[in-house]
């Protein structure tokens, strides 16, 4: 895949067993403008895998409640998480 500048793509952070998951910690997937996330995430995770693994997303920083519907933009930084464990 040809490297994107962060102006025309969203740049996916994936932490802990998500990383294993997907096969890669990062990527920069492309885009031209607002994008549903669940588009975005095509080929890296189902809603199914991340509904049952309740995965978390934090948007360029801050965390989100976030819909697989939610429109994400260019330029994007999208950190997805898996659930904390321990006690």
Same mark, same amino acid.
């Given at each position: 895949?040809?490297?994107?500048?962060?102006?025309?793509?969203?740049?996916?952070?994936?932490?802990?067993?998500?990383?294993?998951?997907? /096969?890669?910690?990062?990527?920069?997937?492309?885009? &031209?403008?607002?994008? !549903?996330?669940? @588009?975005?995430?095509?080929?890296?995770?189902?809603?199914?895998?991340?509904?049952?693994?309740?995965?978390?997303?934090?948007?360029? /920083?801050?965390?989100?409640?976030?819909?697989?519907? &939610?429109?994400?933009? !260019?330029?994007? @930084?999208?950190?997805?998480?898996?659930?904390?464990?321990?006690?």
């Amino acid at each position: 895949m040809p490297r994107s500048s962060s102006q025309e793509a969203v740049k996916l952070i994936f932490f802990g067993i998500l990383g294993e998951l997907t /096969g890669c910690r990062d990527a920069m997937v492309p885009i &031209s403008g607002p994008t !549903p996330l669940v @588009e975005v995430l095509a080929g890296y995770l189902t809603p199914m895998q991340a509904t049952e693994l309740s995965v978390r997303a934090w948007v360029n /920083g801050e965390p989100k409640s976030i819909e697989f519907d &939610s429109l994400v933009r !260019p330029g994007d @930084e999208i950190a997805l998480l898996p659930p904390s464990s321990g006690g």
